[in-house]
C-alpha cells in the first residue's frame, strides 16, 4: 500500500478548526474512485466535491470503521482496521480514505492506494493496517 496522501483542504480545515484530531471520530472507508487532492473536500454521494465509498452489503457497512484515533505529542495513531467479506463479495475497492465523521461536513484527511483494484470474496479480507508508527506527523 502507498504511503498516506493527504487532500490539499486538511491544511485549511486544521488551520480553522474543522478538525480537533484528538477528540473528533476520525472513519476509514472504501472506495474505487480516485480521490483527487485538489477538488475533493467532503464525504458522501453528491459527486463533484463529494467522495463516497462503497455500498453496504457483504461484511462491508456504508460510512466505514472508526480507526479510535489518538493524537498525542503531534503524532496522529489509531487502530488496524479489517472487513470481512460474508455471503458474498463487496468492491471493488483501491482505496481507503480517512475523513472526520464529527465534523459537520464530513471533511476528508487523506488516503491510500492498494494499487490496484481488489474484490474480496467471502471469507477474504480488506485490511488497513496501522501497527506501526503515526498516520501523520505535524511538525
Known amino acids: 500500500m502507498s504511503a498516506f496522501q493527504k487532500f490539499d483542504c486538511f491544511k485549511q480545515d486544521l488551520g480553522t478548526e474543522v478538525h480537533q484530531l484528538h477528540t473528533d471520530e476520525l472513519r476509514a472507508f472504501l472506495t474505487n474512485t480516485a480521490p483527487v487532492a485538489a477538488?475533493?473536500?467532503?464525504?458522501?454521494?453528491?459527486?463533484?466535491?463529494?467522495?463516497?465509498?462503497?455500498?453496504?452489503?457483504?461484511?462491508?457497512?456504508?460510512?466505514?470503521?472508526?480507526?479510535?484515533?489518538?493524537?498525542?505529542?503531534?503524532?496522529?495513531?489509531?487502530?488496524?482496521?479489517?472487513?470481512?467479506a460474508v455471503g458474498g463479495p463487496f468492491g471493488p475497492y483501491r482505496y481507503i480514505v480517512l475523513y472526520n465523521n464529527t465534523a459537520a461536513g464530513k471533511n476528508l484527511i487523506g488516503w491510500w492506494d492498494r494499487g490496484s483494484s481488489f474484490t474480496p470474496v467471502a471469507g477474504q479480507m480488506a485490511k488497513l493496517v496501522l501497527s506501526a508508527g503515526a498516520i501523520l506527523t505535524i511538525a
Do not use: M, P, R
Open 39 to 84: 477538488t475533493h473536500l467532503t464525504y458522501g454521494s453528491g459527486g463533484g466535491t463529494e467522495l463516497d465509498d462503497l455500498a453496504t452489503g457483504n461484511g462491508y457497512t456504508k460510512g466505514g470503521a472508526d480507526i479510535q484515533n489518538t493524537f498525542v505529542a503531534g503524532a496522529l495513531a489509531g487502530v488496524s482496521i479489517t472487513w470481512t
